[in-house]
């Protein structure tokens, strides 16, 4: 579980709460269906209009993952090339064909890895096996960020969607400005409900959850790029020395690999 998402999830709510406790005694007027409804119904209504169904849902359920830990960390960059490096001690001693068995277990779950380890295995060069992947990692991560668009695109309707609601209530409070007087500001309060809660679904919501998606798979691509770097060095048979050298050029200089210090 990523402790740092639920972290600021609720202490942005906290916040919010807390405020409205040490300024009111009646924060339930902070409560409002009908607010509610307008904002995140018209913001879905917006998206199904402009989208299709799939990708909408889908953008939905990736709100929910951002709690979890990414499957990508710092130290597992690390650990992808010392894998690299094995293979290729694996192929410079035993040549390619002892590759398929030595990978079968560390491909197994990892399909743009497996990928890779065939196309290694099948003879291909290292110019090719680099073409291939990397056309792979760009076509992969535009279908990943999707639903990084469609969340934006949900947090800049949320907003003004509440302020449609706002308007709403004005035009009905403005309407029964002929009864009570006393009555107005109680209904100007709830008209402006709305806007509070479309900023505060696009705020807490939807743009964070956007920007915390579009992140994870940056850093996805960015791994599938040292991997494909590797296993194209690999297809060429360079030393585990340059493939290390080279490998390591992508990383922080914190968290390089040292083949002196590799067990073998």
Avoid: C
């Amino acid at each position: 579980m990523s402790l740092a998402t639920v972290f600021g999830v609720f202490g942005a709510l906290g916040l919010f709460i807390g405020a409205i406790l040490l300024s009111t005694d009646n924060f339930f007027i902070f409560l409002s269906g009908s607010s509610f409804i307008m904002v995140v119904g018209g913001t879905l209504a917006s998206t199904f209009i402009s989208y299709e169904p799939r990708y909408v849902l889908l953008s939905l359920k990736l709100i929910w993952r951002i709690v979890f830990s990414p499957k990508v960390g710092r130290n597992v960059l690390k650990t992808e090339v010392g894998r690299v490096i094995r293979w290729a001690y694996t192929v410079q001693k035993n040549g390619v064909p002892a590759l398929e068995q030595e990978a079968k277990k560390s491909v197994r779950g990892d399909k743009f890895l497996k990928f890779g380890v065939e196309m290694v295995i099948s003879g291909y060069t290292g110019d090719e096996v680099r073409e291939i992947m990397n056309n792979t990692i760009e076509t992969t991560f535009g279908r990943n960020t999707v639903q990084v668009e469609i969340l934006k695109a949900m947090a800049s309707a949320a907003p003004a969607f509440g302020m449609i609601g706002t308007l709403v209530g004005l035009i009905i409070m403005l309407d029964n400005m002929g009864g009570d007087p006393s009555s107005l500001g109680k209904g100007l309060a709830v008209a402006l409900l709305t806007t509070l809660y479309g900023v505060m679904f696009a705020r807490i919501i939807f743009l964070p959850a956007a920007t915390k998606i579009l992140q994870r798979e940056q850093i996805i691509r960015f791994r599938n790029y040292l991997v494909a770097e590797g296993l194209s060095l690999l297809a060429d048979k360079k030393s585990p020395r340059y493939i290390q050298d080279r490998m390591n050029s992508y990383l922080d200089p914190a968290i390089h690999f040292n083949i002196d210090k590799m067990k073998r």
